[in-house]
């Protein structure tokens, strides 16, 4: 498992809510290449609940499609927009019991349209939501127009 650079860290006006590292108010993700897969481990905290001590729903959805996004910046060197995100909750992520893990992984892909699968697992392995997510990936030349100019791993 190998550390992905972030390939925007220094662009002037990056600010993503998900994987901007100086975000004050963002979840600061970071990701990882496990083989064909993208994984990102998360600590979750009381600011990110909906009931007491349970991760809210919504935050779920975003670190997914955040994950699902940079399997497709990492292992197909584009950028991409989501079309569609479809979720699954299974249980409950619980605030105070440690870190999460979301593995990404490709489904499919026909032509610019790709779909991405990500499950995420609690502290103690348990499957806790899946995420089904289809996006449209922008060629080459468009994503050079937003700044993408690769995407390596950390040495």
């Known amino acids: 498992m190998k550390k992905i650079k972030n390939p925007w860290a220094d662009k002037e006006g990056y600010n993503c809510f998900g994987c901007a590292p100086n975000n004050p108010m963002g979840l600061k993700m970071q990701f990882y290449e496990d083989g064909d897969e993208v994984l990102s481990i998360w600590q979750p905290s009381t600011h990110h609940q909906g009931w007491i ?15 699902g996004a940079w399997l497709i910046t990492r ?10 995100l479809n979720m699954h909750y299974r249980r409950p992520i619980m605030t105070n019991a ?27 392995d348990n499957l806790c939501a899946q995420g089904e997510i289809i996006y449209c990936t922008f060629d080459q030349e468009r994503a050079r127009e937003m700044g993408f100019t690769g995407c390596d791993l950390e040495d």
Not at 56 to 61: D, E, L, P, T, V
Not at 75 to 84: D, G, P
Not at 113 to 123: E, Q, T, W
């Open 53 to 67: 001590d349970t991760l809210h729903g919504g935050i779920i959805a975003t670190l997914v499609d955040e994950t």
């Open 75 to 84: 292992k197909l060197q584009t950028t991409a927009m989501t079309v569609k």
């Open 98 to 124: 440690g870190s999460i893990t979301l593995r990404a992984r490709l489904a499919q892909q026909m032509r610019n349209f790709v779909n991405v699968a990500v499950d995420v697992v609690d502290s103690d």
